[in-house]
């Protein structure tokens, strides 16, 4: 969820991933104007259904599984079974620390808590 969110985070703003070009995309530095920018962008109407579409692909999915989470069991072995749940630990401590360290920021950043990444690509 999380990536998922930080990629609308940074693609709902248009101009980090505009969903189409007007214009080619100059290839001398300094070059560019606010008029040659303004030109350049998609009309508001593309502009708004590449945000929606961004927006819906970066909510979470009704069958959300956080990372090192696994609903089957594909391991019955000591060593594995081991293995994954030191893992499994490892993980909560991390996502234990980024929520203390969140709780005295102004602007949590929860983007890499690993209780709130998904197990594996959600689209």
């Known amino acids: 969820l999380l990536l998922d969110q930080m990629q609308y985070d940074y693609g709902g703003w248009m101009p980090n991933t505009p969903i189409s070009l007007q214009l080619p995309p100059p290839t001398t530095k300094g070059t ?8 350049t ?3 508001v109407n593309v502009t708004v259904q590449g945000m929606a579409t961004m927006w819906l692909l970066s909510k979470q999915s009704s069958d959300f599984v956080p990372l090192g989470q696994y609903p089957e069991e594909h391991f019955i072995e000591e060593i594995p079974c081991k293995i994954l749940k030191d893992f499994q630990m490892e993980l909560e401590d991390l996502s234990l620390v980024i929520k203390a360290r969140n709780k005295r920021l102004e602007v949590p950043y929860t983007y890499m808590d690993p209780a709130e990444l998904e ?5």
């Open 41 to 43: 962008f998609p009309d």
């Open 119 to 123: 197990n594996s690509v959600a689209i």
């Open 32 to 39: 560019t104007s606010e008029a040659t920018m303004l030109a």
